[in-house]
Each structure stands twice: as C-alpha cells, then as structure tokens.
C-alpha cells in the first residue's frame, strides 16, 4: 500500500491557509472541519508552512490569548517534511515515528496534492494486518 492508494481512497482535499491568517481562523477552521493541521502555502500555492493543533496549544501556553490575533506565521513549523505518492506506508510510519509529527502533506512534481494523518497511516495498517490474518487463516484451514 503506498500514498497513492491512501489518496484514493480518502481524497485528494486539502485545507490550507495563507501566512497572514490571525491564529484565531486557524482555531475555528480545525475546530469547524475535525481535522488536527491546516498547511499553510503563500500566494503562489507554494508550501511555507504547516500549523497543528498543538502549535495553538504552545502558542496559548507561552503568549496567552493575544497570540490568536497574530498571522499564523509565527507560529507555524516552517520546515516541512512532505512524502511522495509512491512512499509505502512503512516509510509514512517510520518517519512520522522517528520526527514525531502525525501529519504529511504530498507532494507531486512541487505541487500540493494531498495530506495524509496518523489516523490514515493507522486505518489502513489495521486493514493491511487483517488481510494478512484472514489469508492466513485460509491458507491453514484449506491446505
Ligand atoms: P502534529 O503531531 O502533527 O500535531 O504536530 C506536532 C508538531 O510537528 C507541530 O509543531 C507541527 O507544526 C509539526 N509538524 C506536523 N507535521 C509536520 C510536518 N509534516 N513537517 C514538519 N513539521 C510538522
């Protein structure tokens, strides 16, 4: 199973944000939308940057609530780590294991074309290993 296959399935939907967005935007829309990242890109569409949900929380935790009204640029990560279509999902693991982060944005030809999370990673794992226990359980039943 690699990235590809996930998009697929999932979609290829990304929410983004410009550098300038007040933090508070960036609350509401994970909040409105469930989702736990937003990739902040700059007028061309490029990537310069991915907010979490625990980046509000920092933010919060060091600045206080006047932090919501300043441009998301502060706080944002600015070095992404993005992964390809053609990365496994063993690669997605282990990188997002080894760099502690749960999101991925995709890349394709410098272009933005999807995102994957830890609970993508996760759900299609699971079914992997089921696949794997059922073709298993048939293989021992039926030799
Ligand atoms: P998360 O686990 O995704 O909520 O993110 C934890 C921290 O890692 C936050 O500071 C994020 O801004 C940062 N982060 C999340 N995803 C990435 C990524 N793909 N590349 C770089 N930093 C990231």
């Given at each position: 199973?690699?990235?590809?296959?996930?998009?697929?399935?999932?979609?290829?939907?990304?929410?983004?944000?410009?550098?300038?967005?007040p933090l508070v935007?960036i609350a509401?829309?994970l909040a409105?939308?469930?989702?736990g990242a937003?990739?902040?890109?700059?007028?061309?569409?490029?990537?310069?940057?991915?907010v979490s949900e625990r980046d509000v929380i920092r933010a919060l935790a060091t600045s206080g609530a006047s932090s919501l009204k300043e441009?998301v640029?502060q706080t944002m990560t600015?070095?992404?780590?993005?992964?390809?279509?053609?990365?496994?999902?063993?690669?997605?693991?282990?990188?997002?294991?080894?760099?502690r982060f749960?999101?991925?944005?995709?890349?394709?030809?410098?272009?933005?074309?999807?995102?994957?999370?830890?609970?993508?990673?996760?759900?299609?794992?699971?079914?992997?290993?089921?696949?794997?226990?059922?073709?298993?359980?048939?293989?021992?039943?039926?030799?």
């Open positions: 199973m690699n990235v590809s296959a996930i998009l697929r399935q999932k979609g290829r939907a990304v929410t983004t944000a410009h550098p300038d967005t935007e509401n829309k409105a939308k469930r989702i937003i990739v902040i890109v700059g007028a061309g569409g490029e990537i310069c940057g991915i441009p640029a600015r070095q992404v780590v993005t992964c390809l279509e053609t990365d496994t999902l063993d690669e997605l693991m282990a990188m997002m294991t080894a760099r749960r999101h991925l944005p995709v890349v394709t030809d410098g272009a933005l074309v999807g995102i994957v999370s830890i609970g993508d990673v996760v759900k299609h794992h699971v079914a992997e290993v089921e696949m794997e226990a059922t073709a298993m359980r048939d293989y021992i039943t039926h030799s």
